[in-house]
């Protein structure tokens, strides 16, 4: 199953996580509020969370 990850700052500024569904439901979210987003990643990968860097960009030559 895919899981989006989603990680914000609650109205506090403390950093949380959630992760949904891909209908955007959630599924599981974080227990309480981290003062670094660091805190937030590390409890986040303790529940699956795997970091995928961003793919390079594909560049696509003119085939006229």
């Known amino acids: 199953m895919n899981f989006i990850w989603r990680f914000y700052q ?10 949904l569904a891909v209908d955007r439901s959630v599924l599981a979210e974080s ?10 990643l590390s409890e986040a990968k303790g529940k699956g969370y795997v970091h995928e860097a961003a793919q390079e960009k594909l560049i696509r030559r003119n085939t006229r």
């Open 10 to 19: 609650d109205e506090e500024r403390h950093w949380r996580w959630q992760q």
């Open 31 to 40: 227990p309480k509020g981290y003062a670094e987003y660091e805190m937030c």
